[in-house]
């Protein structure tokens, strides 16, 4: 079944090259039905996992799929989903559509090549989340670079080659170092494993923790991206063409924070709690420093670029509080941001292709010229700022409060981030809807079409789901969080056990 | 290895290094290939002192003579050199004189010091020498011994079927090593022999191709 | 004195003694009917390739042990190696047919010299005594001497190129030949085998042993263009047809690190303490400086040159980290190097001119001229830098997972980091053929039918190396490491 979805957007992309360039509806239309299926595949296997793993056991994977692949080196082909995972994947699939739904009408020549890397990047994306085995989870990882190097680099803006190369060299540096680190790990036991449920098992001395975990973490970081090394994310999105930035922002970047979860975390929990002040400490200047420079971002595709360093920087946070609120919050956090951010960018890319640019002082007024366009603007804007009862909203909640728990000071500054958020989202889409039409071209745009609206839908709806109805998404990955929160020895590093205990109660309910 | 053999090595072995480093730093090419040949001859020398005397007439006669003719021809051919006359005649004299005593010296006190020691010990070395070959190559191709004892015995053999330094090698040895033990690598050497003959053919044709092309020319 | 005649196992000798015959055969036809030769020797020479790589499939089955006496071991390492060998020689034979004899050489020459340093090479990758080794060397060498300055004619910095390999070549000749002397003298034996047993038994003088295996080490170093002993590699490459270059830059290597495989890994693999340090600092020197000096290359050919001295360094890393583990790695990544790296050059040749030397402007907007051409391109490149699935991943992870377990943390972190550095140039060169557009005046490119034959086997070759067809490969190379002796 696993096999299958991570092969179908691969299989769409071999048979895209057999048709001509000169096609392009029907390229068009067989990518979409491809990406259909998949998304439609993905669904369906998440509600099989909402079912298997709500109230499981730990550790305990749906569509599981475990054979030997060398066995020399202990690498098995394990590849399952858990609530976790599961989620991502139903993301993934159902961006996948959206991007070429929404997103392929401005890609003027070379649509044959866009689609089949945007197809290949669905794969090799699909088989990061799914994979158990931290071979091919590598694989995996490593194998997002090639399509999405090409998606920035053929079809971006103007300096796309400079934020290119950037983004392919910086992940390749954190991931090489991972690479070195991942052998270690995998050596230290009698017999060479790369499976990861067996790796939890055989756990590393507290003290041979720190080196790998922080080569895993830089990887994990540098793809979330966390402050310091965040500088690639700004350059890629602003010059990716808006299939590429939904994917990057929808998807990829939660490549790192699901490293976190499944691989830096649980396999390195002394190490994780040691380094954790550090990473609480990024996470909130990343929040903090996202949502200043976002305010003052003359560009619309920039200020929701660096929205996406704040909001992972919110996932950071939850995660590295270690308790389940945070790790809870995190997770949820990371799909919501996911789907908003996505939708910013589909309906960011909406208004580039008619008026081709993205100033925020070309525009004004826009309500006026775009009605349709705008309401569906600030259901996402209010998505995600995080207004109860849309998507946004559950998860800041629940990594505030998961952070309060750990720290007051650490969460206030936090909530600061929140307001700062509401700030530079919705004055950004006061200049940019209300006030005077700006020009001609303004008045000149038309309103969303269907075909656009179509690509919108997916969207929307999963951003009043997850605002709604959280519980359902949040009990299918408890299993595993609660899991990860236990491996992290908090009790023997003066935590607050009673509080932790009083949560674990508080969320059961 | 007595005192006499460590003098003789010492004093040829710095006059192999003496000639090289002159052949090197000479600044007329017919000296250098003289003092080549003064560094063969004093190689040639060693081995004979390690008791390979047919490699050291191979040595001579190839290098030394066959090559270094063929070095000098083409030295003189290309007429190098002639512009550095050098001056100093006597003293080229007085070097080659001494040179050439040393040398000379030096082949009369090998010569004897080898030629003594074969005579004393050389049939019952090679009757042994023989013997332990023969047992050494039938346990080569054998299954392998079973006990270490066995194993180091064969081992023993094995080192025994090595010629020994200091005992000298025949060219009969020689020729049985040439066809059975190494007899890939002679026939190989064939090919290698024949890559650098095509190899030269083709670095020469096109000079041979444009000398016919002229003579045609003349004779038309 | 009683005469033992030699042990021959004739499957042993098989492929070798078909490619002689080959080149013995070409270069009498050619003479005895110069009519039509040219076309005939070519695919005469390919059929006898192809024959040479059934003739491997005896000892694959049969597994013959050492024979002729222990000079030749056609061990499943040896079979791989030389499918790859074969493989790389009737690619460079058909590009050969082509850009060759567009240099005004005569094909059959060509095919000759070709097929005989492919004799040397296969000799070289199954050699069992450090005599076949040298003798393998030799054969090989003088052949590529000629072939580098065969292009002489049109373009004198291939002169130059034959004279500075020639020289060079002769002086770590002269390295190898007294390493050899002196691991003679520690160890009574030139047989590699046995001078494994003397040094697994204490027999050998340390001393002596650590000179020679130095010596070795440098002479070989030469042929493989480890650092410091690079020097002559991207002039050469430079000055030589592009076809010979890639010859160099495959065949040479690849037999020349097999050779290094069964002194060192193999043979002293008992007296690693001698050597693995050097070896480790070599590798770390030879990707340093290789990668850094290929940044700033903007002509193709020099880069190219440049990434293959730094391929020769993550070999170097498989070699350090010794055992089953190291040869395996060094196997697996031989076969994926060679593939990929020769698919590079025949693109090269593809885009090559009649008047200069292709530059990295020269591929501007390579998708639009020629997007086959340029994916193909794109494969090698993402290939050469080891991004995953392709089969250069593969090879750097047995490297790196070799040295880890060898317990050398540090060298595969420097392996990793210079694999970064790498990227950078190999990336550079997709963004100029994939994201620049292309000059004016470029005119579109065309390909001959045998480039396209030869393109699309290297393809083929990369893309059997590349996860997940790769793994068989890497299976077969782990049992044929496992068989090394």
């Keep these: ?509 | ?220 | 004195m009683d005469f033992r005649p030699p042990d021959m196992n004739l499957w042993a000798a098989l492929p070798t003694a078909v490619v002689g015959a080959t080149a013995l055969v070409t270069l009498l036809l050619s003479v005895l009917r110069p009519a039509g030769a040219a076309r005939r020797s070519i695919s005469f020479t390919l059929f006898g390739l192809a024959l040479a790589a059934v003739g491997c499939l005896p000892a694959a089955i049969f597994r013959p042990g050492p024979s002729f006496q222990g000079m030749l071991v056609l061990d499943p390492a040896a079979v791989l190696l030389s499918l790859l060998l074969l493989g790389a020689t009737a690619v460079c034979v058909l590009l050969a047919s082509r850009y060759l004899v567009h240099d005004g050489v005569d094909a059959a020459e060509a095919a000759v010299l070709l097929t005989l340093g492919c004799a040397g090479m296969l000799f070289m990758v199954s050699a069992g005594n450090l005599l076949m080794v040298f003798i393998g060397l030799e054969t090989m060498s003088v052949a590529l001497y000629i072939l580098a300055g065969l292009a002489g004619a049109r373009d004198r910095t291939s002169h130059e190129a034959a004279l500075k390999y020639l020289l060079l070549g002769a002086f770590a000749t002269g390295f190898l030949v007294y390493g050899m002397a002196f691991v003679y003298g520690a160890t009574g034996s030139l047989d590699l085998r046995e001078i494994g047993a003397r040094i697994a038994g204490g027999g050998a003088a340390p001393g002596f042993l650590a000179v020679g295996l130095a010596l070795l080490l440098i002479g070989l170093g030469f042929k493989v263009a480890l650092v410091p002993f690079h020097m002559w590699a991207p002039d050469v490459y430079e000055g030589a047809p592009t076809t010979v270059a890639a010859y160099m830059a495959v065949g040479v290597k690849v037999a020349a690190f097999m050779a290094l495989l069964r002194v060192f890994n193999v043979a002293a693999g008992g007296a690693a303490a001698s050597w693995q340090a050097a070896v480790a600092w070599l590798a770390v020197l030879t990707m340093l400086v290789g990668n850094l000096v290929a940044l700033a290359q903007t002509s193709l050919k020099r880069l190219l040159a440049y990434s293959s001295i730094a391929h020769a360094g993550y070999l170097a890393v498989g070699l350090a980290a010794g055992g089953a583990a190291g040869a395996q790695a060094v196997l697996f990544y031989s076969v994926a190097y060679g593939f990929m790296t020769l698919g590079a050059f025949v693109v090269l040749l593809a885009l090559e001119r009649a008047d200069d030397k292709p530059q990295l402007d020269d591929l501007r907007g390579l998708r639009r001229r020629h997007p086959l051409l340029a994916a193909a391109l794109a494969t090698f490149m993402f290939a050469l830098a080891g991004i995953p699935p392709l089969s250069g991943f593969l090879g750097k992870w047995l490297l790196i997972s070799a040295a880890v377990q060898a317990g050398q943390v540090p060298l595969a972190v420097a392996a990793v980091l210079c694999s970064a550095i790498a990227a950078f140039y190999y990336l550079r060169i997709v963004v100029y053929s994939y994201m620049r557009e292309p000059a004016d005046d470029a005119s579109p490119v065309t390909l001959a039918a045998e480039t396209r034959q030869a393109l699309a086997a290297c393809l083929i070759g990369t893309l059997l190396c590349s996860f997940p067809f790769g793994l068989w490969l890497l299976s077969a190379a782990g049992w044929a490491a496992g068989a090394l002796r």
Excluded at chain 1, 156 to 173: E, H, S
Excluded at chain 1, 465 to 471: D, H, I, K, N, R
Excluded at chain 2, 58 to 69: D, E, R
Excluded at chain 2, 109 to 116: D, L, M
């Design chain 2, 1 to 220: 290895m007595t005192t006499g053999f460590a003098i003789c090595f010492l004093v040829l072995a710095a006059v192999a290094l003496a000639a090289a480093a002159k052949m090197i730093f000479s600044h007329h090419p017919v000296h250098s290939a003289l003092y080549l040949v003064l560094n063969l001859c004093a190689s040639a020398l060693i081995y004979v002192l390690l008791g390979a005397p047919f490699i050291a007439i191979v040595q001579v006669a190839v290098y030394a003579g066959a090559i270094m003719v063929l070095f000098l021809f083409i030295i003189m051919y290309l007429n190098l050199g002639l512009a550095q006359d050098v001056a100093d005649a006597r003293s080229r004299r007085a070097t080659a004189l001494a040179t050439a005593g040393l040398l000379a010296v030096l082949l009369l006190a090998g010569g004897v010091v080898r030629w003594s020691g074969d005579l004393a010990g050389r049939p019952q070395q090679v009757a042994a020498g023989q013997q332990a070959l023969a047992a050494g190559q039938a346990g080569l191709p054998g299954a392998p011994a079973a006990t270490p004892d066995a194993q180091a015995a064969l081992q023993a053999a094995r080192a025994a079927a090595q010629p020994q330094p200091g005992q000298a090698v025949t060219v009969e040895q020689i020729g049985v090593a040439l066809f059975s033990r190494y007899a890939l690598p002679f026939e190989v050497a064939s090919l290698l022999i024949l890559v650098a003959m095509i190899g030269a053919l083709v670095i020469a044709r096109p000079q041979l191709q444009r000398e016919s092309a002229l003579r045609k020319e003349v004779s038309s």
């Design chain 1, 1 to 509: 079944m696993l096999t299958l979805l991570i092969c179908l957007p691969l299989l769409g992309a071999l048979l895209l090259l057999r048709r001509s360039e000169a096609e392009r509806e029907a390229l068009r239309l067989e990518a979409l039905l491809w990406t259909l299926l998949t998304g439609v595949l993905s669904i369906f296997a998440y509600l099989h996992v909402i079912d298997v793993c709500t109230g499981a056991p730990a550790n305990t994977f749906a569509y599981e799929v475990n054979a030997p692949l060398i066995p020399r080196f202990g690498v098995t082909y394990h590849l399952g989903l858990d609530g976790i995972s599961g989620l991502l994947v139903m993301l993934t699939g159902v961006l996948g559509f959206v991007c070429v739904q929404g997103a392929t009408a401005g890609v003027k020549d070379g649509l044959k090549g866009f689609l089949v890397a945007l197809l290949v990047l669905e794969s090799a994306i699909l088989g990061v989340f799914c994979a158990l085995d931290l071979f091919v989870f590598y694989i995996f990882w490593e194998a997002v670079l090639i399509p999405m190097y090409f998606l920035i680099g053929c079809w971006g803006g103007d300096r796309r080659i400079y934020a290119a190369v950037k983004f392919f060299l910086y992940t390749l540096v954190g991931s090489l170092l991972m690479l070195v680190a991942l052998l270690f790990v995998a050596y230290q036991g009698q017999q060479p494993t790369f499976d990861l449920t067996v790796l939890y098992r055989q756990r590393l001395a507290p003290d041979r923790q720190l080196l790998p975990f922080l080569a895993f973490a830089l990887a994990f970081a540098i793809k979330v991206p966390l402050m310091p090394f965040h500088t690639w994310l700004p350059d890629a999105h602003t010059e990716a063409p808006t299939a590429g930035s939904i994917m990057l922002a929808g998807v990829l970047l939660k490549m790192g924070t699901y490293g976190f979860i499944r691989i830096a975390i649980p396999l390195f929990p002394d190490a994780a709690l040691h380094f954790g002040p550090w990473f609480v400490t990024l996470a909130v200047c990343g929040i903090l420093y996202g949502a200043l420079v976002a305010l003052v971002q003359p560009d619309v595709k920039k200020l929701v670029a660096y929205s996406s360093v704040a909001h992972l920087g919110f996932v950071m946070l939850g995660l590295f509080s270690f308790n389940l609120l945070g790790l809870q919050g995190g997770m949820i956090q990371q799909v919501n941001h996911g789907v908003s951010t996505g939708a910013l960018f589909l309906l960011v890319g909406l208004i580039y292709e008619r008026r081709h640019s993205r100033q925020i002082a070309d525009f004004g007024g826009l309500f006026t010229q775009m009605p349709l366009y705008s309401r569906l603007f600030l259901l996402t804007v209010l998505a995600s700022v995080g207004l109860p009862g849309l998507c946004g909203f559950v998860g800041e909640y629940l990594v505030l409060f998961g952070a309060s728990q750990r720290s007051m000071a650490v969460a206030a500054l936090a909530g600061v981030g929140v307001i700062l958020a509401a700030a530079y989202l919705l004055w950004m889409f006061q200049r940019v809807f209300y006030g005077p039409v700006a020009s001609d071209e303004v008045r000149a745009m038309p309103d969303i079409t269907r075909p656009e609206l179509l690509s919108f839908v997916p969207l929307a709806v999963l951003m009043v789901v997850l605002g709604l109805f959280p519980s359902v998404f949040l009990k299918a990955a408890e299993p595993t969080m609660q899991w990860v929160q236990q491996q992290v020895p908090l009790t023997a590093a003066a935590a607050v056990p009673e509080t932790g205990s009083k949560l674990r109660r508080g969320v059961a309910h």
